[in-house]
């Protein structure tokens, strides 16, 4: 009874210490963003002069106010929407029907067609040939065409989406086609409906790669009237912040210092809508994961 | 012949003729493979044919098939050179130090998670933890600058404000790996927990009652039961990490990088960014480029072997 009793003020002191290591890890990851919200609605001045400013004595919505006005913020706002909206459909109309296709195992030149797939996962030609490729032979330099369409299949999503498909049972299927329904109807009206949480999970993935891409951007755009907001972000932050290490000039410095609350209300504002959509579902990619996972 | 199973579900031969019945059956399974196929052929296999150019001394006004045959001199080239071999063992470098100091956090948070009682208290840690994972690396960056640079960084300031010197941790090598380390586990610890708390959900509540009977305590229930669960897909990730160890975090390191640090952090996807898109010197960069894919090739093929003796489950 005695060892009971000390077992269960163990066990406690445990979970005190537990919720506590916790609450560290989620105040570690949080840091950053409230950080970053943080100098986004304070004045220069207390930026300057408060080294933690964890809440902004003064709130101010100044620098969101200048991104508003800034057409090449709203603009590169709105390439980021065409990109993403474009490219999500795009990579889910290939990755869905693709993805159909190679869960019927009894197709004829099956064993092909798969290896044909997987073989890109072994090997891939490399930045060099794929820029040669986009900007030469297909030529789409400075296109956004550049930018959409390299990414359109993710083998390893179309294998994880192909395994989800496996898990229906084919007697559904087996049934609409005694009815006369062909393939496209039947991927269409059945398997899409009742694999609504795997396609949800995908499209948010797929959201969330269009919506953070600048590479393409970097390799394929020149025009500054392209730019995602990725891109446009890099361009704030990562050119001024190397220039600033190098320590190149006094003004460039205060430039960059006077900028920054700028800087971090575009990150504000591009962070925004996902954290603002992957919350409600959660449920939902946990679960697209877990059948990744089980398919192992 | 093959076997197949046909509509009605009972098991049929078919020759030639039914052969092409069957194909004529599935007429819209190909037509919906097509596009997919399509695009990987011109995106994967079309570049796959492209790797010719570092056998050749490409211009890009010629095209692939009218310039020079260069044979294996890029290859040599960049075997004999100082800067290939350091990129390269940077990459490695920077890769195994990733593994060692972050593929054992999410095991340890998956567990500790896994302990937490308050299934609402679980839920909102989890979805705090889940959230870098979805901000880009352009984002993680401007965050590093505005906690550790030296221009009016958090830390710095907290230095100055307590009369010290402010210290400019993005130039500093060690200080630099630390940032560079450190926000790797920052954005995919959290993540990372997802796949083993999913292992840890599957355990039989049957088993865990059972050691209760046999008095065994919380710690032991974790040492004989929850890591054993997990080992499976503890091996099967420390594997395929291994396998793609060419892949050091183009996306991280290119836009953390300075040209103050570069030297300690390029790896060799940002090298070959530098050779052929920056310099232009594409036949050079692609054999730089080629061989870190062969080599990426074979350790996929090891490891993919390696899985299917140990685990008896292929990867692929």
Not at chain 1, 226 to 239: A, C, E, G, N
Not at chain 2, 174 to 180: E, K, N, T, V
Request: proline letters at 3%; glycine letters at 8%; aromatic letters at 16%.
């Amino acid at each position: 009874m005695k060892r009971r009793t000390s077992e269960s003020t163990y066990s406690k002191i445990f979970d005190a210490f537990n919720i506590f290591l916790m609450l560290i890890f989620c105040f570690l990851t949080l840091y950053p963003f409230w950080n970053i919200i943080a100098i986004s609605f304070a004045t220069y001045s207390e930026y300057l002069s408060n080294p933690l400013l964890l809440f902004p004595k003064k709130v101010v919505f100044d620098n969101y106010i200048y991104l508003m006005s800034d057409d090449t913020f709203i603009r590169s706002a709105l390439v980021t929407v065409f990109v993403t909206v474009v490219g999500v459909l795009y990579n889910m109309l290939l990755n869905v029907t693709a993805a159909y296709g190679l869960s019927k195992k009894n197709l004829p030149g099956y064993n092909a067609i798969w290896g044909y797939v997987i073989f890109t996962m072994f090997f891939s030609g490399g930045l060099i040939p794929s820029f040669i490729l986009v900007a030469k032979w297909l030529g789409l330099m400075g296109s956004i065409w550049a930018v959409i369409l390299p990414y359109g299949v993710n083998v390893f999503n179309m294998i994880v989406l192909k395994s989800f498909f496996d898990t229906i049972p084919s007697s559904l299927e087996e049934s609409a086609k005694i009815d006369g329904a062909n393939d496209i109807l039947i991927l269409v009206k059945i398997i899409i409906p009742i694999s609504m949480p795997a396609i949800a999970t995908f499209i948010l993935f797929f959201s969330v790669d269009r919506w953070n891409e600048w590479f393409n951007v970097m390799l394929y755009i020149q025009d500054a009237k392209k730019y995602t907001l990725q891109f446009l972000l890099r361009q704030m932050i990562v050119r001024s912040a190397t220039q600033v290490t190098q320590g190149v000039s006094q003004a460039a410095v205060e430039e960059y210092r006077f900028m920054i609350g700028i800087k971090m209300a575009a990150i504000v504002l591009a962070t925004l809508p996902i954290i603002c959509v992957y919350p409600f579902l959660q449920k939902h990619f946990v679960k697209g994961i877990m059948i990744g996972a089980i398919k192992g | 012949m093959r076997i197949v199973r046909s509509l009605e579900g009972s098991e049929i031969s078919y020759g030639n003729r039914n052969l092409a019945r069957t194909i004529w059956r599935n007429r819209y399974v190909y037509l919906l493979l097509i596009p997919g196929l399509l695009h990987i052929f011109i995106f994967s296999y079309i570049p796959m044919y492209g790797v010719l150019l570092a056998f050749k001394d490409f211009s890009i006004t010629r095209g692939i098939l009218a310039s020079p045959w260069a044979g294996l001199k890029h290859f040599e080239r960049a075997l004999g050179f100082g800067k290939f071999w350091q990129v390269f063992f940077n990459t490695l470098k920077i890769s195994f130090g990733k593994i060692a100091i972050g593929f054992w956090v999410p095991i340890v948070l998956a567990l500790l998670l896994n302990e937490l009682k308050n299934r609402l208290f679980k839920r909102v840690v989890q979805t705090i933890i889940y959230l870098p994972h979805f901000i880009s690396w352009v984002i993680v960056y401007g965050m590093v600058v505005s906690i550790f640079s030296a221009e009016g960084g958090v830390i710095n300031k907290l230095i100055t404000y307590f009369g010290g010197e402010p210290v400019n941790f993005l130039i500093e090598p060690g200080a630099f790996m630390g940032i560079i380390y450190g926000s790797e586990v920052w954005k995919g610890a959290g993540w990372g927990t997802i796949i083993y708390l999913a292992a840890l959900s599957g355990i039989d509540q049957e088993l865990i009652d059972a050691a209760i009977v046999d008095g065994a305590n919380r710690f032991q229930r974790v040492i004989h039961i929850n890591i054993p669960s997990i080992m499976h897909t503890v091996i099967i990730l420390f594997i395929l990490r291994i396998g793609g160890i060419m892949n050091a975090g183009f996306d991280q390191i290119f836009n953390f990088m300075n040209p103050v640090v570069s030297r300690y952090v390029d790896i060799i996807d940002t090298y070959v960014y530098q050779l052929g898109l920056v310099q232009s010197n594409y036949s050079f960069a692609a054999a730089v480029g080629l061989f870190k894919s062969v080599l990426a090739c074979a350790l996929l093929l090891l490891v993919n072997f390696l899985s299917k003796k140990f685990t008896e489950s292929s990867i692929f």
